[in-house]
């Protein structure tokens, strides 16, 4: 019944502008439930052994990926539709606008995105009051944390840490994103001597933090499904090495042959949908033989059925996340992914 409605929801949604919609359709979360009604439409799942992963228990193996919830205040309705995990940002030290718009486009033939927002966020402070203010979601909360973009890169580690240091008392994981593709030379920070100074700076900090509040809270960074094999082989031995605790692979891409022809390929920023799904396992898999089961892996990427959330967990991902299927499929592919 939920997948029969969406497409009329959908039908309204996709008349507007993406970017008006996406507000809208968040809007529209929270009030149906602070009313109760999405409690209704949406009835608990049943119960499901949890997943032990990195100290936390996930409810279940589908989460919400950064991106969707940038500000952190749709917390408990995503929740409602049965999300495991929920992961809010992308967050920066300071509050900041984001590109120019229009900077989000919907490329409907492909069931893809392509972004280039560019951080936009309310700023760290804000975002951890949201994540104190939420009361109905019980899973896993990840902060994906950023630089400003006026930030130089050598300086970067600096709001990395300032962003680590605010979010450890209310996140449940910290994903360290360095692979958007709209700040300006942030990939940069994927080179593996760059990342392990980051990753050895915030594991010092961790260490700190955690005798400070008594909780350990896991540290994960974001890659590019761009990474050549040569990059991913080196990343893995600086993750490895460095203890990092978990790997999202991966962002978006700035790929566009498999969307070549249509009229917004051109347009700058991260493609995600259908077109990155293979490019992306491959990073996948290329990170889970690496890692040896020594690192869990959240794969994210393309995943718009079943059968591509299966081949994901086939490829190594011990958690998967979506963002963009949910955009074109609705919170009915929550629930079968989720009871699936």
């Known amino acids: 019944m ?14 507007l502008n993406a970017e008006t919609a ?8 929270r009030f149906t439930e602070k009313i109760g009604l999405l409690e ?14 990195m100290g936390l228990k996930f409810p279940n193996r589908v989460g919400l990926a950064a991106g969707l919830d940038k500000d952190g205040n749709t917390i408990d309705a995503f929740g409602r539709l049965g999300f495991g995990f929920i992961e809010i940002g992308t967050i920066t030290p300071r509050p900041q606008p984001g590109n120019a718009k229009p900077r989000l486009f919907r ?14 966020n309310p700023g760290i402070d804000i975002g951890v009051e949201n994540v104190r203010a939420h009361q109905s979601f019980s899973g896993p909360i990840g902060f994906n944390i950023g630089k400003n973009k006026d930030t130089p890169n050598e300086n970067a580690a600096a709001d990395y840490l300032a962003c680590l240091e605010k979010a450890y008392p209310v996140a449940d994981y910290i994903a360290v994103n360095l692979s958007s593709p709209n700040t300006p030379r942030l990939r940069d920070l994927q080179a593996a001597d760059t990342s392990a100074r980051l990753l050895e700076q915030l594991k010092n900090a ?41 790997l999202i692979a991966t962002n978006t891409t700035l790929d566009r042959h498999l969307v070549a022809g249509h009229p917004f390929a051109n347009q700058a920023g991260g493609l995600s949908g259908k077109p990155l799904f293979e490019k992306s396992n491959h990073v996948l898999s290329a990170f889970a033989a690496a890692f040896s089961g020594k ?9 718009s059925s079943r059968e591509d959330a299966e081949a994901k967990l086939k490829a190594g991902a011990d958690l998967i996340q979506i963002y963009t299927s949910f955009i074109y499929h609705g919170p009915g ?3 079968e992914l989720v009871s699936g």
């Open 2 to 15: 939920i997948h029969a409605a969406y497409p009329i929801a959908r039908k309204l949604l996709f008349s």
């Open 22 to 29: 996406h507000h809208a359709s968040l809007a529209a979360l």
């Open 40 to 53: 209704k439409l949406f009835p608990p799942l049943p119960a499901a052994a949890p997943i032990d992963l």
């Open 107 to 120: 490329l409907i033939r492909h069931e893809a995105i392509i972004n280039r927002m560019g951080f936009n």
């Open 206 to 246: 961790q260490q700190h933090l955690h005798r400070q509040h008594h909780r350990k809270v896991p540290i994960l960074f974001k890659v590019a499904p761009d990474l050549t094999d040569g990059q991913i082989a080196d990343l893995a031995r600086v993750f490895l090495d460095g203890g990092l605790e978990g």
């Open 295 to 303: 690192i869990p892996i959240i794969g994210v990427g393309g995943i």
């Open 333 to 335: 592919l929550v629930r």
